[in-house]
Every structure is written in structure tokens, then in C-alpha cells.
């Protein structure tokens, strides 16, 4: 079963940066797609970004041109860099791996962030004050 373990969440101003990471262990298939959700205070959970063995990445719309994720294929290590952060992208941040593949005309292929994670990790903290 693949172990994912999250950390760099903080505290930080409105506008401001942070970088997650997240460390995922026994990889398999399973981590081919590999994303990051969260869920805020009476909200329900939602996608934020996925990304492929291949490099291909999906943001939900909300935080399309602040967010970058990135990943480390031979560290198994998935990044999320969180930049112009606004009070409600206040929420946990949680990694996932084992999200559904689609592939594109060119031959990668995209990870849907609709779609149920096999894995996820215990969450990190993002808290955005204004």
C-alpha cells in the first residue's frame, strides 16, 4: 500500500507563498496520476491539481496561474507551489496518488481531478490570513 506523507503547510498573508511537498513510498502504478485536494472549513473537497508520470498537469480553475505542481518521478516526490494565495485557499491540503488516466491525442496522458484517489496522505495545514 503506498504511504504518502505531506508537509510545508503554514501560516501565511494574503499574497503571499508557500511550497508543499509530498513523499510518496511503495509506489506502484498506483502513482502514475498523483494530485493534490483540499478541503476548507464548510466546504466540500475539492481538486486542486494533478499531474502524470509524463509531466502533463490539470489546476481547477480557481487557482489556475497562482498553483504549480511538479513531480520527481525517481523521488516519488510530489511538489505544489502556491503562489498569490488568497484567504480562501485557507484549507487542509491533503496528496492523493491512483487517480483516473486519460490519455491525449499526442500519447500522454491527464489525470482527472473528478475522479476518487486509491490513496491519500494524513493532510498539511494552509491557513491564509488577510
Known amino acids: 500500500q503506498v504511504h504518502l506523507m505531506e508537509s510545508g503547510g503554514d501560516s501565511v498573508q494574503s499574497g503571499g507563498s508557500l511550497g508543499l511537498s509530498c513523499v510518496a513510498s511503495?509506489?506502484?502504478?498506483?502513482?502514475?496520476?498523483m494530485g493534490w485536494f483540499r478541503q476548507g472549513p464548510g466546504k466540500e473537497r475539492e481538486g486542486v491539481a494533478s499531474?502524470?508520470?509524463?509531466?502533463?498537469?490539470k489546476y481547477a480553475d480557481s487557482v489556475k496561474g497562482r498553483f504549480t505542481i511538479s513531480r520527481d518521478n525517481a523521488n516519488n516526490t510530489l511538489t505544489l507551489r502556491m503562489t498569490g494565495l488568497k484567504p480562501e485557499d485557507t484549507a487542509m491540503y491533503y496528496c492523493?496518488?491512483?487517480?483516473?488516466?486519460?490519455?491525449?491525442?499526442?500519447?500522454?496522458?491527464?489525470?482527472?481531478?473528478?475522479?476518487?484517489?486509491?490513496?491519500w496522505g494524513q493532510g498539511t495545514q494552509v491557513t491564509v490570513s488577510s
Open positions: 499531474i502524470s508520470t509524463d509531466g502533463t498537469a
Open positions: 492523493a496518488v491512483g487517480l483516473q488516466e486519460y490519455k491525449l491525442y499526442n500519447g500522454n496522458y491527464w489525470c482527472s481531478l473528478e475522479s476518487e484517489p486509491k490513496s
Open positions: 511503495r509506489c506502484s502504478y498506483s502513482c502514475f496520476c
